[in-house]
Protein backbone atom coordinates (compact mmCIF):
# COMPACT_ATOMS: atom_id res chain seq x y z
CA UNK A 1 0.00 0.00 0.00
CA UNK A 2 1.52 3.41 -0.94
CA UNK A 3 0.32 6.72 0.60
CA UNK A 4 0.53 9.98 -0.75
CA UNK A 5 -0.47 13.85 0.71
CA UNK A 6 -0.25 16.24 -1.44
CA UNK A 7 0.46 20.02 0.15
CA UNK A 8 1.40 23.42 -1.55
CA UNK A 9 -2.36 24.54 -2.74
CA UNK A 10 -3.72 27.48 -2.52
CA UNK A 11 -4.85 31.05 -4.03
CA UNK A 12 -2.73 33.18 -6.31
CA UNK A 13 -2.60 35.61 -8.71
CA UNK A 14 -1.46 34.77 -12.56
CA UNK A 15 1.53 35.05 -13.08
CA UNK A 16 2.89 34.01 -9.93
CA UNK A 17 4.15 30.44 -9.04
CA UNK A 18 3.33 27.62 -6.28
CA UNK A 19 5.05 24.61 -5.51
CA UNK A 20 3.35 21.51 -4.32
CA UNK A 21 4.54 18.78 -2.22
CA UNK A 22 3.63 14.77 -2.54
CA UNK A 23 5.40 13.15 0.58
CA UNK A 24 5.01 9.62 -0.36
CA UNK A 25 4.79 6.45 2.35
CA UNK A 26 5.12 2.75 1.77
CA UNK A 27 6.32 -0.10 0.53
CA UNK A 28 8.78 -0.67 -2.03
CA UNK A 29 8.00 3.45 -2.69
CA UNK A 30 10.91 3.75 -4.47
CA UNK A 31 10.12 1.72 -6.82
CA UNK A 32 6.57 3.27 -8.14
CA UNK A 33 6.94 6.57 -10.70
CA UNK A 34 4.92 9.23 -9.43
CA UNK A 35 3.38 12.37 -10.83
CA UNK A 36 0.73 14.69 -10.81
CA UNK A 37 -2.88 14.75 -12.62
CA UNK A 38 -5.12 17.58 -12.57
CA UNK A 39 -9.00 18.08 -12.52
CA UNK A 40 -10.45 21.82 -13.65
CA UNK A 41 -14.24 22.23 -13.18
CA UNK A 42 -16.46 20.54 -15.26
CA UNK A 43 -13.28 18.94 -17.08
CA UNK A 44 -11.95 15.37 -16.92
CA UNK A 45 -8.83 14.90 -15.32
CA UNK A 46 -5.77 14.73 -17.64
CA UNK A 47 -2.30 14.28 -16.91
CA UNK A 48 0.21 16.79 -16.07
CA UNK A 49 4.02 15.53 -15.21
CA UNK A 50 5.76 12.41 -13.88
CA UNK A 51 9.17 11.33 -12.70
CA UNK A 52 10.58 7.63 -12.40
CA UNK A 53 12.56 7.44 -9.26
CA UNK A 54 15.79 7.41 -10.82
CA UNK A 55 14.88 11.02 -12.46
CA UNK A 56 13.52 10.49 -15.66
CA UNK A 57 10.61 13.43 -16.42
CA UNK A 58 7.16 13.23 -19.49
CA UNK A 59 5.60 15.97 -19.07
CA UNK A 60 2.36 16.92 -20.68
CA UNK A 61 3.32 19.03 -23.37
CA UNK A 62 0.03 20.98 -23.49
CA UNK A 63 -0.69 22.06 -20.68
CA UNK A 64 2.83 22.17 -19.08
CA UNK A 65 4.17 24.42 -22.06
CA UNK A 66 7.45 24.89 -20.18
CA UNK A 67 5.92 26.45 -17.05
CA UNK A 68 5.79 23.33 -15.27
CA UNK A 69 8.98 21.22 -13.35
CA UNK A 70 8.75 17.82 -11.63
CA UNK A 71 11.20 17.22 -9.12
CA UNK A 72 12.39 14.39 -6.08
CA UNK A 73 14.01 14.15 -3.12
CA UNK A 74 14.31 10.67 -2.63
CA UNK A 75 16.01 10.87 0.67
CA UNK A 76 12.35 12.55 2.03
CA UNK A 77 10.46 10.38 -0.15
CA UNK A 78 8.93 13.94 -1.71
CA UNK A 79 8.09 14.85 -5.60
CA UNK A 80 8.04 18.63 -6.27
CA UNK A 81 5.55 19.97 -8.89
CA UNK A 82 7.09 23.81 -9.57
CA UNK A 83 4.22 25.74 -11.11
CA UNK A 84 5.43 29.13 -12.87
CA UNK A 85 3.74 32.06 -14.86
CA UNK A 86 0.37 30.65 -13.26
CA UNK A 87 -3.14 31.05 -15.57
CA UNK A 88 -6.81 31.13 -14.70
CA UNK A 89 -6.39 27.87 -17.01
CA UNK A 90 -4.52 26.31 -14.08
CA UNK A 91 -7.39 26.54 -11.99
CA UNK A 92 -7.54 23.11 -10.82
CA UNK A 93 -7.43 20.26 -7.80
CA UNK A 94 -4.00 18.35 -7.92
CA UNK A 95 -3.41 15.31 -7.35
CA UNK A 96 -0.35 13.01 -6.57
CA UNK A 97 -0.42 9.67 -8.44
CA UNK A 98 1.96 6.84 -8.06
CA UNK A 99 2.61 3.62 -10.97
CA UNK A 100 3.44 0.65 -10.70
CA UNK A 101 6.20 -0.56 -12.59
CA UNK A 102 4.94 -1.35 -16.59
CA UNK A 103 1.25 -0.43 -15.61
CA UNK A 104 -0.04 2.70 -17.62
CA UNK A 105 -2.99 3.97 -15.39
CA UNK A 106 -1.83 5.32 -11.47
CA UNK A 107 -2.70 2.45 -9.15
CA UNK A 108 -2.60 5.04 -6.24
CA UNK A 109 -4.34 8.89 -5.60
CA UNK A 110 -3.94 11.55 -2.97
CA UNK A 111 -6.71 13.38 -1.73
CA UNK A 112 -5.53 16.44 -4.15
CA UNK A 113 -4.91 19.90 -3.11
CA UNK A 114 -6.27 22.87 -4.98
CA UNK A 115 -4.92 25.36 -6.92
CA UNK A 116 -7.00 28.66 -7.97
CA UNK A 117 -5.42 31.04 -10.05
CA UNK A 118 -7.42 34.45 -10.10
CA UNK A 119 -6.78 36.74 -13.47
Known amino acids: QVQLVESGGGLVQAGGSLRLSCAAS????????IGWFRQAPGKEREFVAR????????YNSGSAKGRFTISRDNAKSTVYLQVNSLEPEDTAVYYC????????????WGQGTQVTVSS
Open 51 to 58: ISWSGSTT
Open 26 to 33: GRSISTYA
Open 97 to 108: VAWISGVAAPRY
